[in-house]
């Protein structure tokens, strides 16, 4: 059971640079999502999609961009890396089925540090 | 507007005792999910628990225990005879339904330690 699965683990951008976070699902699950989670904070959502094609801002999506070609595949784009973007990434995918509410399922998180 | 207050940021417990964390919701709608989340040292965030607002039954999993009441908008996190491995942070979180799709809203999270 693959799950939710994001690459690299471990990264770290010098000031300017720019990356791609990696994530795939392979439960069939029509919403992903990107959320950051800064040292000893919740987290926050960037981007989330309700399906292939389409997606939409979450709460701190400056700096960011994705894209949903497939049901599989939602990959974070960073640009312009900057300090501030030094955190912990969390790609999630949940399955909309009825009254059974939406349980989101985390990968294991990538942790960017930018210097 | 949705918010989650988790109002205590830390916690610290000697083993077996019992600890309760505090979760406390905000939302006028009345379809609504909360869930509890466990994030240990190794940083993965695992499911513990979906509760939906229609369904105000208290639920209990081994030494885990959540109580969800309407009337105080509240759903608090028991676990009964605490041990070491429970040390980590748990998330409260509310889920609405949106035009396009589910919005969650996570609290800040407490943190738990156990000490033996």
């Known amino acids: 059971n693959a799950g939710v699965t994001q690459t690299p683990k471990f990264r770290i951008l010098k000031i300017g640079q720019s990356m791609t976070l990696q994530c795939a699902q392979d439960m069939n699950h029509n919403y992903m999502y990107w959320y950051r989670q800064d040292p000893g904070m919740g987290l926050k959502l960037i981007y989330y999609s309700v399906g292939a094609g389409i997606t939409d801002k979450g709460e701190v999506p400056n700096g960011y961009n994705v894209s949903r070609s497939t049901t599989e595949d939602f990959p974070l784009r960073l640009e312009l890396a900057a300090p501030s973007q030094t955190s912990v990434y969390f790609c999630a995918s949940s399955y909309l089925a009825g009254n059974s509410g939406n349980t989101i399922y985390f990968g294991e998180g990538s942790w960017l540090t930018v210097v | ?116």
């Open chain 2, 1 to 116: 507007a949705q918010k989650v207050t988790q109002a205590q940021t830390e916690i610290s417990v000697v083993e077996k005792e019992d600890v309760t964390l505090d979760c406390v919701y905000e939302t006028r709608d009345t379809t609504y999910y909360l869930f509890w989340y466990k994030q240990p040292p190794s940083g993965e965030l695992v499911f513990l628990i979906r509760r939906n607002s229609f369904d105000e039954q208290n639920e209990i999993s081994g030494r885990y225990s959540w109580n969800f009441q309407k009337s105080t908008s509240s759903f608090n996190f028991t676990i009964t005879a605490s041990q070491v491995v429970d040390s980590a942070v748990y998330f409260c979180a509310l889920t609405v339904l949106r035009t396009g799709g589910f919005k969650t809203i996570f609290g800040a999270g407490t943190r738990l330690f156990v000490k033996a």
